[in-house]
């Protein structure tokens, strides 16, 4: 599982978080002078969790009526803003649940700012 403060470092980061399937904010490091404070990422932490939970019915649901495989469970997403984006991943709790592990890591994120983002090492450190 990747470390928030190497996550932080990478371009673009404005800050790293972790939050549970509930949307409720665990931990997180933010830039200095970043536009982002604990509160903007609950929100976004909450966010983040409806949409991995609708994504994961979509994909479940396309498998179940087209009989494709491979789409569900989702691993990781990317929200563009405006002037940000997020990405999240859940490939840690995916491995784990697999795994048959009793207990599932936390979801990680990262807030990029658009101009200088780099999503694919930011997919990258996420799936460490």
Same mark, same amino acid.
């Given at each position: 599982?990747?470390?928030?403060?190497?996550?932080?470092?990478?371009?673009?980061?404005?800050?790293?978080?972790?939050?549970?399937?509930?949307?409720?904010?665990?931990?997180?490091?933010?830039?200095?002078?970043?536009?982002?404070?604990?509160?903007?990422?609950?929100?976004?932490?909450?966010?983040?969790?409806?949409?991995?939970?609708?994504?994961?019915?979509?994909?479940?649901?396309?498998?179940?009526?087209?009989?494709?495989?491979?789409?569900?469970?989702?691993?990781?997403?990317?929200?563009?803003?405006?002037?940000?984006?997020?990405?999240?991943?859940? @490939?840690?709790? !995916? #491995?784990?649940? /697999? $795994?048959?592990?009793?207990?599932?890591?936390?979801?990680?994120?990262?807030?990029?700012?658009?101009?200088? @983002?780099?999503? !694919? #090492?930011?997919? /990258? $450190?996420?799936?460490?």
């Amino acid at each position: 599982m990747a470390k928030l403060d190497s996550l932080l470092a990478l371009p673009g980061a404005l800050a790293a978080f972790e939050f549970r399937a509930s949307g409720e904010l665990l931990t997180q490091e933010i830039a200095p002078n970043a536009p982002l404070d604990p509160e903007i990422l609950d929100l976004v932490c909450h966010m983040c969790a409806a949409n991995m939970s609708i994504c994961n019915m979509q994909t479940r649901g396309w498998e179940a009526i087209t009989g494709m495989k491979g789409f569900f469970p989702v691993r990781e997403f990317t929200l563009v803003g405006f002037d940000w984006s997020v990405v999240v991943s859940s @490939a840690q709790r !995916e #491995a784990q649940r /697999a $795994a048959g592990e009793p207990t599932l890591a936390p979801y990680q994120g990262v807030v990029l700012a658009n101009p200088k @983002a780099d999503y !694919e #090492a930011t997919f /990258a $450190a996420l799936d460490k």
